[in-house]
């Protein structure tokens, strides 16, 4: 088969990285283990870009949030993944929340169906010596090209622990004593359902956390946890209401049967289109699958739940992307191969499919033989790129979501209320002027 570009990794990078090239008239070949009889620890199927771990792209919100407004330029850059993020769509109030199933079809779908992209099913083991290749096999790397990986880059692959959450079954929560309401009532929907806790709920609660039996992996001694993915008995270590101001935070939220906020409360978000499958929210772990059954049967309402799917733990890999990547995210010892997604140091689904959307424009300029600029800092995707290939001190990078202090200060004396405001809208502009400029 005679294509343009290799992507190794059908997930979120390389899946957008493929509909990119694909819709620059490249031909690609997408190589994807799953389906070819590998697996991953985390993976559920071989659907492409699969949601393993939340089923949110977080806040929809382009006027004042950092990943809102990296939706909105990846929109404005025909990225598949916002596509079918809309397409398949669930309640979530201001964030974008996916039926996950759902999604990973039509984003497989899509691919499947474009005459310049071939789907193959294989374990790539090496890394190729030659030919434009995007490596976007994420955190889950196979060990074999790991391995490889390592060698090419000429220094140790770094990690960090991500955290999943269950999944429960809509039919078994106890509406009687759950009830609809949005995040900390934050808007007019009611899409999360909400489990009330007194204060001795709580601190039971709590105290099963702390002594409930846990996962060990000692083979990854010394791995940190991604602070924004934290298991939530490790935030509990913490201490006795730290969860009470984190995923467990009562604020705004007045139970039905009182009229008051409750001493604690766990939300759980709609998880796929029918609304038969909710996860709860902030609840990654890596108790053992007995302890979670046990444990979370002791919040209100979830006494008799049904799990889809347990928490679990995996563990991440990512490379020093500022000390080898250059601009335009090639590895600079072996400039025919770029990276994209997770293993670049990105954080977050949106954040890894905006790697790969660059990863793919920039293989797509070369290979019409003209060069293709960043997108300025200002901006969040090149906030983020700026923040992979360059900002950051290789010694002590660390994964990252796209935020606003990725971005210059915005200069002079201003109101902190209105920031976030200033941040955007000195984003738009500074992307429609690099749109202007690239489409001459």
């Not at 990225?79 to 999604?103: C, N, Q, T, Y």
């Not at 709920?201 to 060990?216: D, N, P, S």
């Not at 994209?340 to 790697?355: K, L």
Request: charged fraction near 20%; include cysteine.
């Amino acid at each position: 088969m005679q294509y343009d570009v290799h992507i190794i990794g059908g997930g979120l990078a390389g899946s957008e990285a493929a509909w990119q090239l694909a819709q620059a008239g490249a031909k690609v070949r997408l190589s994807e283990m799953r389906g070819g009889g590998d697996t991953t620890p985390a993976h559920q199927g071989d659907s492409l870009a699969e949601l393993v771990c939340s089923n949110s792209f977080r806040s929809d919100d382009a006027e004042s949030n950092a990943v809102g407004l990296l939706h909105a330029e990846m929109r404005a850059l025909g990225s598949l993944i916002m596509a079918k993020g809309d397409e398949h769509k669930v309640p979530a109030g201001s964030a974008l929340a996916v039926d996950r199933d759902g999604f990973s079809a039509g984003v497989t779908a899509a691919l499947d169906a474009h005459p310049n992209i071939t789907i193959v099913r294989e374990r790539v083991d090496t890394l190729p010596e030659q030919g434009m290749t995007i490596v976007a096999t994420g955190p889950l790397t196979a060990p074999a090209l790991a391995g490889d990986i390592g060698g090419a880059t000429g220094a140790e692959a770094l990690a960090f622990f991500d955290a999943i959450a269950p999944i429960v079954h809509f039919e078994s929560i106890d509406m009687e004593q759950a009830w609809f309401q949005s995040r900390w009532n934050k808007g007019d929907g009611k899409d999360y359902i909400n489990c009330a806790m007194n204060r001795e709920q709580y601190e039971a609660f709590h105290a099963g956390l702390m002594a409930g039996e846990k996962a060990e992996f000692r083979e990854w001694e010394n791995v940190p946890y991604f602070e924004g993915c934290m298991p939530i008995e490790v935030m509990a270590e913490r201490g006795l209401d730290t969860l009470r101001f984190g995923p467990m935070k009562p604020v705004g939220l007045d139970d039905p049967r009182t009229g008051r906020w409750p001493h604690a409360v766990v939300q759980l978000r709609q998880d796929n289109a029918t609304g038969t499958l909710w996860n709860i929210v902030g609840f990654q772990t890596k108790l053992k699958h007995g302890e979670q059954v046990r444990l979370f049967r002791t919040i209100p309402g979830l006494e008799n739940a049904e799990f889809a799917r347990l928490g679990g733990l995996h563990r991440n890999t990512f490379i020093r992307s500022p000390e080898l990547l250059d601009p335009t995210l090639r590895l600079k010892a072996r400039p025919h191969l770029r990276f994209a997604g997770q293993m670049t140091g990105c954080e977050g689904y949106v954040e890894s499919a905006a790697v790969g959307l660059m990863a793919g424009r920039f293989a797509a300029a070369e290979l019409a033989g003209r060069t293709l600029g960043s997108p300025p800092v200002e901006t969040a995707l090149g906030a983020l790129l700026h923040h992979i290939t360059g900002a950051a001190v290789a010694e002590t990078y660390q994964p990252m979501n796209v935020n606003f202090g990725l971005m210059p200060p915005i200069p002079g004396r201003t109101k902190k209320a209105d920031r976030k405001k200033l941040y955007t809208a000195r984003a738009r502009d500074a992307f429609a002027d690099w749109r202007a400029l690239t489409a001459a």
